[in-house]
């Protein structure tokens, strides 16, 4: 920060969020995230200092590397005016949104739902009973001060008024809580790809107008959709926005991994931060492409963006920060873009000229004077010339020593859920170990510093330190990226931590009379609205992943517990999604497994077969759920799969047992025989 502290802190009238005073925000802060930041805390907004105040709470929620986010503090938390009005007549409080996803979820629906739209940094004016009565966006400096001067006016003149309409709109978000239930079918999945296709952007790839957002599992799912129904234009679809994806600025083309979205039509000028979730799902989505069409295009892409990760976003003891900010010393993508003159001079006039053509940098540039690195327009993408990559990596190098760029160093249970499935499918797929044991570690990392004695998750790890009880999003994430290791390594320890923490989950979130999860468990801090939410933003719903876990469990188990929870959470899902299918990608991506012929194949053998891993790394068969049985792992897998129990380990040699769609074929001795029982109708 510019004079040391925030403003808004430096007074010492913010309200601590753990019921503990708030620390200033002074140096100590700068040295989590960026000098603008406030003080990270946790949230509990039953605090008692809330709770008995007579002042309503000014409510302002963000994350670390949201550009406006910083941009309001700079202008309004730091500014001595603002400061005053807003601890004077108001209880201060500012939120994480990646720390507490459930705050977030409750006021940004309140925001949605006053306004018809939302974003960061989300700004709320609530009452002491937590109930909003003002919700919007990023507020200039003149407009916040007229807000809390008009609110603070009002609060002493006609308090009534607005406790009558936090009251009114509370229900109306509660009232919005319940979802009827109905029973899956195809048709859901067929309107969903008929929906995208309408929205289709046939020039440019991807969905709408701009600015354009990735969405990878809505990808997955059309290019899984063209798989198992033949209709070669949802593959297409995806097909097109990938790679255009990929030849835009939304890829970084000198350090690799993807920004968050596109400000434009084209994919060319990115929102610059990279966030660990975007990369995950990314990586996810192009592995898929690549199991299906070979293209080492896509493959390329993948160790490309993981190995940015690995790079870029790993910390030492094996967990994943969260991203990278898009600001460089107060400026918007300037760690990213170049003028020709500065690249001819690092390089030199021919591998200058050479660079330059490749990535269509120009004099003029195409940002603000500046060039953001791209293939748009180029015919060819594939074959990169042998003198690129070097003269890449000299940029890279040169880049790193230019300016710096601030990382998120949180680690979140749920985003590394997500990178823990992109690692150990991508390792598969592409042959690498690396991408494995890379899975691996991260894996280790969330059972020992966000794994409590108990078994009970924590959200968020930074520097030695866990925090807040994990939500849905973290267990169903968790448990996915472990169901994708086990489904690699074939190491028991992960079904058995993935079923430990799916029994959690129906434990503590699940509705067992309904159907659908909650966001947060049944003895957390209560919220004004405990709404299951369904729809897909930037990563999928919670409810569709837990969906994806009881399936897979059941399918691999064949524990009844499973497929009761299973039925019961995909009949909700066919209830909440039935209107807008397309808002719900990856619960369409669940039904493809569920209501599409799926087969289960338990290998026994002395060893892992390696006839067994080139199967599964030539193509993406979600449908097909695997085990090993092996005399180190026999006991464990009865254990979590009693059925396993009948099928004998051959002395020599391997065994395989398949079964299709509730029948079990006789034993086969080859892979070769089990791809030929496969293909038949």
Not at 217 to 240: D, K, P, V, W
Not at 360 to 378: P, S, W, Y
Request: hydrophobic residues 40%.
């Amino acid at each position: 920060m510019p004079d040391g502290e925030n403003a808004l802190y430096k007074q010492g009238a913010s309200a601590a969020l753990d019921g503990k005073p708030a620390e200033p925000c002074g140096r100590q802060c700068a040295a989590r995230s960026k000098e603008d930041d406030p003080c990270p805390t946790g949230c509990n907004l039953n605090n008692p200092r809330i709770c008995s105040s007579t002042k309503p709470v000014f409510l302002s929620i963000g994350y670390s590397t949201c550009h406006w986010c910083h941009v309001m503090a700079h202008e309004s938390f730091e500014d001595e005016t603002v400061a005053e009005a807003i601890n004077r007549d108001f209880i201060p409080i500012k939120v994480d949104r990646e720390e507490r996803p459930d705050v977030d979820a409750v006021y940004m629906a309140a925001c949605v739902a006053m306004t018809g739209s939302g974003g960061w940094p989300l700004t709320v004016l609530l009452t002491p009973e937590q109930e909003p009565f003002w919700a919007g966006t990023y507020l200039p400096r003149q407009a916040l001060l007229s807000l809390l001067q008009q609110a603070a006016r009002l609060w002493r003149e006609d308090r009534g008024s607005l406790l009558t309409a936090g009251e009114a709109l509370t229900d109306r978000l509660r009232e919005a809580e319940g979802a009827g239930t109905g029973f899956p079918d195809r048709a859901l999945a067929g309107m969903a790809a008929g929906l995208y296709a309408r929205s289709f952007d046939t020039r440019w790839g991807g969905f709408g107008h701009a600015p354009k957002f990735p969405t990878p599992h809505n990808l997955i799912f059309l290019l899984r959709y063209a798989r198992r129904t033949g209709e070669s234009q949802a593959g297409a679809m995806a097909e097109q926005t990938l790679e255009s994806m990929y030849r835009g600025g939304l890829f970084d083309h000198v350090g690799g991994g993807f920004a968050r979205y596109s400000t434009d039509e084209m994919w060319l000028v990115p929102h610059f931060e990279k966030m660990l979730y975007d990369n995950a799902l990314l990586a996810l989505a192009y592995t898929e492409a690549y199991q299906q069409t070979r293209r080492p295009l896509y493959g390329e892409i993948v160790r490309r963006t993981l190995d940015y990760v690995l790079r870029e976003l790993r910390d030492f003891q094996g967990g994943f920060y969260c991203g990278q900010d898009a600001d460089s010393e107060g400026e918007e993508g300037k760690y990213y873009v170049f003028t020709e003159g500065e690249l001819r001079d690092l390089l030199g006039p021919e591998d200058a000229e050479a660079f330059c053509g490749w990535y269509g940098v120009t004099e003029t540039g195409n940002f603000a004077g500046k060039n953001i690195l791209n293939l748009i327009g180029r015919e060819q993408v594939q074959r990169e010339p042998v003198r690129i990559r070097p003269l890449r990596e000299r940029v890279y190098a040169y880049r790193l020593e230019r300016t710096c760029l601030h990382r998120d160093d949180k680690v979140l249970a749920a985003w590394n859920g997500l990178m823990i499935a992109a690692l150990a499918r991508a390792g598969l797929a592409l042959d690498e170990p690396r991408y494995r044991d890379a899975a691996v570690g991260a894996a280790a990392f969330l059972k020992r510093s966000l794994t409590e004695e108990n078994g009970r998750l924590l959200a968020r790890w930074r520097a030695g330190q866990a925090a807040h009880p994990g939500k849905l999003d973290d267990y169903a994430f968790c448990a996915w990226g472990l169901l994708e290791l086990y489904g690699v390594t074939f190491r028991t320890a992960y079904l058995a931590e993935a079923g430990d923490l799916t029994a959690r989950l129906l434990e503590q979130f699940f509705d067992g009379k309904n159907g659908g999860f909650y966001p947060y468990a049944a003895d957390g801090e209560q919220l004004i609205t405990r709404t299951k939410e369904t729809y897909d933003g930037a990563m999928p719903s919670g409810n569709a992943a837990a969906a994806l876990v009881l399936s897979r469990l059941a399918r691999l188990t064949g524990e009844a517990r499973w497929r009761t929870a299973a039925d019961l959470q995909l009949g909700y899902l066919a209830g909440a999604t039935r209107t807008y299918p397309a808002g719900h990608g990856f619960a369409m991506l669940v039904f493809l497994e569920e209501l599409w012929p799926s087969a289960e194949l338990v290998c026994a053998a002395r060893t892992m077969p390696e006839e067994l891993a080139a199967f599964l790394r030539e193509a993406s068969r979600p449908e097909l759920t695997v085990l090993v049985k092996t005399p180190e792992t026999a006991k464990p897998l009865e254990e979590l799969a009693p059925f396993t129990e009948a099928y004998p380990i051959p002395e020599t040699g391997v065994r395989y047992y398949l079964c299709r769609n509730g029948a079990c074929a006789r034993p086969v001795d080859s892979i070769s025989e089990v791809r030929r029982l496969l293909e038949q109708n």
